[in-house]
């Protein structure tokens, strides 16, 4: 019995392993929790102390425990429930496109427009789909699908006559209408920018089917540990020009904060809004006004996300030198480096976080140099820029990176070989340079620090212990050819994986004071897995269970075995 009822803790978990990720002391046996938060942090002995009539006891039996993970960049609000948007990731041939498309219209008569998302770009020629196979099965209702990487749409007819476009229509600057090649008309594929001429005029989802996205995630998510989101995308609601693509969710704010005033959240969201490479750096102003309403702990919005280019999958990603398959481009980005200049200097002076989406290595110099510019114009200051993805970087910017403090969010569910690889990305990059894409180790290296994420729905599902997998392996499951390691020498440690995904996630959001390792005051946010991940094959992490999962205290996920 704790001798002062003030120290009796609402939950107590003994006999486990306890991996902290505290520099000081990285493994521990028990902890208790009270009010949401970690009160002891030790051996069995001083957590029996904390104890009371009340107190909740698990005995984990040796299980182990690390912090919740954190995933630094998920679209949570972007995948919507089955109800509203039809799931084509899972799906693996055209056929299946059309008839999964035509069952989703058949079942909801009700919808204005059939959304969808999750087509493979390697099922289809560099060109795209096209319009006439949509046609065959929805042709009354306007069909917009997006890739399964999120930077292209496939349209119908009927969505192309709706948003008045022609041989004629002028493509945005940074976007891709493909065209018949008989008769010049848009072919139904639309890249980058150019899906604004679609997503802009269709009518976007609502907050309820937002809301129903969100629920969906933060199950999936609780399911897998994860307990803190940053969501890169959020759009101003009475935005209407260059939201690359993204028009459709214009409600995700409002969705957001109704379910952080209704309590409905059950894990922490951090998110970024979406810049507008046509308009000038006065935004800045509105999305600081916007950042600064949202007070409530579990929702707020740390500053801009900027898409510098787009992907390889469509020849949109930024490259120093020209596309293996088309080599009289290297793409382009899709901001004048003046003005992407003026927007960093003025975000970073608003103290405003910037989230880039640097796709290439052209991208990657050209976002640096942007960088590098605000600093000289502000001085130094806490600002924890990040650049995502970071798919083809040259060694010769990862000083830069260094030096300016960019912290580095990869997706390491992609740092594989296999079908996409061989077929795509050797394609359209050349092997050479395809053999060096993703870097992880070089960039820990050079003291770089690195938050896993999944972009999801880009990658679905996305638990982060198949990313941590990945990181180490650096090769598809069971693979056995020590040819089909993507780079070698980029391997990480776990530990360096697990970092990734607790204490440098809490980093790269401002939360390290509040969560991400297992800390005597921080926030109770923990997973329990059925093994030790250092006990156990490497190849055998991502199918260790999780077995429960706790937020600020709260149970949000349990299976029966504890």
């Excluded at 997006?146 to 600057?173: L, Q, R, Y």
């Excluded at 009289?328 to 989230?355: M, V, Y």
């Excluded at 880009?458 to 693979?479: A, D």
Aim: net charge negative; aromatic share 6%.
């Amino acid at each position: 019995m704790p001798k002062n009822k003030k120290n009796t803790a609402d939950t107590v978990f003994l006999d486990g392993r306890i991996y902290t990720v505290a520099p000081k002391h990285p493994w521990a046996a028990s902890v208790a929790i009270k009010n949401g938060h970690f009160i002891c942090v030790g051996d069995s002995a001083s957590v029996q102390e904390h104890i009371g009539p009340t107190t909740e006891v698990y005995d984990l039996e040796g299980k182990m425990v690390l912090p919740g993970f954190i995933d630094s960049h998920a679209h949570a609000s972007c995948a919507t429930n089955e109800s509203a948007s039809l799931e084509m990731f899972h799906l693996e041939s055209l056929e299946d496109y059309l008839d999964a498309v035509r069952e989703f219209a058949t079942d909801h008569p009700e919808h204005e427009v059939i959304y969808g998302g999750g087509w493979h770009n390697n099922l289809f020629p560099p060109t795209g789909p096209v319009k006439e196979d949509l046609d065959a099965v929805v042709s009354d209702r306007p069909v917009c699908l997006m890739s399964e990487d999120g930077h292209f749409d496939w349209v119908n007819s009927k969505a192309i006559e709706m948003a008045g476009i022609t041989n004629e229509t002028v493509c945005p600057a940074g976007g891709m209408i493909e065209k018949d090649p008989q008769t010049g008309e848009p072919s139904g594929t639309f890249r980058e920018t150019a899906r604004d001429l679609i997503q802009n005029v269709l009518p976007p989802f609502t907050v309820d089917q937002i809301k129903g996205s969100i629920r969906n995630f933060m199950q999936a998510a609780a399911s897998v540990g994860i307990t803190t989101v940053h969501d890169p995308l959020l759009i101003l609601p009475d935005a209407h020009g260059q939201l690359i693509g993204f028009g459709a969710g214009r409600n995700n704010i409002q969705a957001y904060t109704e379910m952080a005033r209704d309590k409905e959240l059950s894990l922490r969201v951090r998110g970024t809004v979406l810049t507008d490479s046509t308009l000038d750096s006065d935004q800045v102003r509105v999305i600081k006004s916007k950042c600064e309403q949202q007070e409530d702990p579990l929702f707020k919005m740390t500053g801009i996300k900027v898409f510098v280019d787009g992907v390889v999958e469509g020849a949109t990603a930024f490259l120093l030198k020209p596309y293996a398959h088309m080599p009289d481009t290297c793409g382009e980005p899709l901001w004048d480096l003046d003005n992407l200049k003026s927007l960093f200097a003025a975000a970073d002076r608003e103290k405003l976080q910037i989230h880039i989406h640097a796709i290439g290595d052209a991208a990657i110099r050209m976002s640096l140099d942007a960088l590098e510019h605000a600093r000289n114009a502000n001085g130094i200051s806490d600002s924890r820029h990040l650049i995502t993805h970071l798919h083809i970087l040259d060694q010769a910017d990862i000083p830069r990176m260094a030096a300016l403090n960019v912290i580095g969010v990869p997706q390491p569910f992609w740092f594989v070989k296999g079908d996409y690889f061989h077929n795509l990305e050797a394609r359209y990059l050349g092997l050479e340079r395809a053999e060096k894409e993703y870097p992880m180790k070089s960039l820990k290296d050079a003291g770089i620090l690195l938050a896993g994420a999944s972009d999801y729905p880009v990658q679905v599902p996305s638990p982060p212990l198949l990313g941590i997998m990945l990181g180490v392996t650096r090769c598809e499951p069971g693979e056995t050819d020590p040819d089909e390691i993507l780079g070698p020498e980029e391997r990480m440690t776990l530990s360096e994986m697990i970092e990734s995904f607790t204490i440098n996630g809490a980093h790269a959001n401002f939360l390290e004071h509040e969560t991400g390792s297992i800390e005597v005051g921080k926030n109770a946010d923990m997973v329990v897995l059925e093994n030790n991940l250092f006990d156990i094959p490497t190849a055998e992490i991502a199918d260790t269970r999780v077995v429960m999962t706790m937020f600020e205290g709260k149970t949000v996920y349990r299976d029966a075995t504890i």
